[in-house]
């Protein structure tokens, strides 16, 4: 499966969607945070200079909210159906089409478009993702796929056997409380293949495209984050919804 192919199902999905038609010549504002995301962090974790820093990507269509978190923000005011065919890159999806395509999806009460806002609401979704994980999967041969301070902490308290890989350079090769984050290269990537059993991936691969890795290895996945809530749907994906806290 290619970035195109991916998009495509998804769009198709969606336009088969009683009630979106209706939507497409709505009008959707999408507005890129100026600053980057603050990362969840556990207390005794120092701050870190990230050099990949990821943007809250914020859609509004008729007064439904949809977020998506990228590394390359950009806003955006047309119609939805405009927003929605912005055509993807190598890169991925645009962060602007998965905003507002979560925003239709909120609209049309399929999916929620955001997180709860909060440090507060943020951890009790991170707790409730690592007990979900034991719970469905138990403690073996996970690959948490990006970084998430608060969650790898979380994972490591709880006895789990994983590998986390990352993008980031300031986060590659680091020890962080006594695992070190793996560069989500390919040699990697084709390791944790032979190794992991069951994958954890962020919402935001689908934004930088690196989801196709995932979708095409064969392996049982857990997506989570908000990003990909609505193509999660669409696509039949499991994804950790605020709605399972």
């Not at 890169?91 to 478009?113: C, E, F, Q, R």
Request: aromatic share 10%; glycine share 8%; hydrophobic share 35%.
């Amino acid at each position: 499966m290619t970035i195109k192919e991916l998009y495509d199902q998804i769009l198709s999905g969606f336009y088969g969607l009683e009630g979106a038609e209706a939507l497409l010549t709505e009008t959707v504002t999408v507005t890129a945070s100026e600053d980057p995301e603050e990362t969840l962090r556990p207390e005794n974790e120092p701050v870190s200079t990230v050099s990949r820093p990821e943007y809250c990507v914020a859609a509004e269509l008729c007064g439904v909210k949809g977020e998506a978190y990228t590394e390359e923000p950009s806003s955006f005011n047309g119609t939805l159906k405009e927003a929605l065919e912005i055509q993807p890159t190598e890169k991925g999806i645009s962060a602007v089409t998965i905003a507002a395509l979560n925003a239709a999806m909120s609209y049309l009460g399929l999916t929620p478009g955001t997180i709860p806002e909060g440090e507060e609401a943020r951890i009790s979704y991170a707790d409730a993702l690592c007990r979900y994980v034991t719970e469905h999967h138990g403690k073996n041969n996970i690959i948490l796929v990006g970084y998430d301070g608060y969650l790898v902490k979380r994972f490591v308290d709880e006895g789990l056997e994983f590998w986390t890989m990352d993008k980031d350079p300031a986060n590659i090769t680091q020890n962080r409380f006594h695992h070190v984050v793996v560069n989500n290269a390919k040699r990697n990537r084709e390791s944790s293949f032979v190794w992991g059993k069951y994958f954890v991936v962020t919402g935001s691969s689908l934004c930088n495209g690196t989801i196709l890795h995932y979708l095409n290895s064969g392996k049982e996945l857990l997506f989570y984050g908000i990003s990909c809530a609505g193509a999660a749907k669409l696509l039949d994906l499991p994804w950790f919804s605020p709605e399972n806290i």
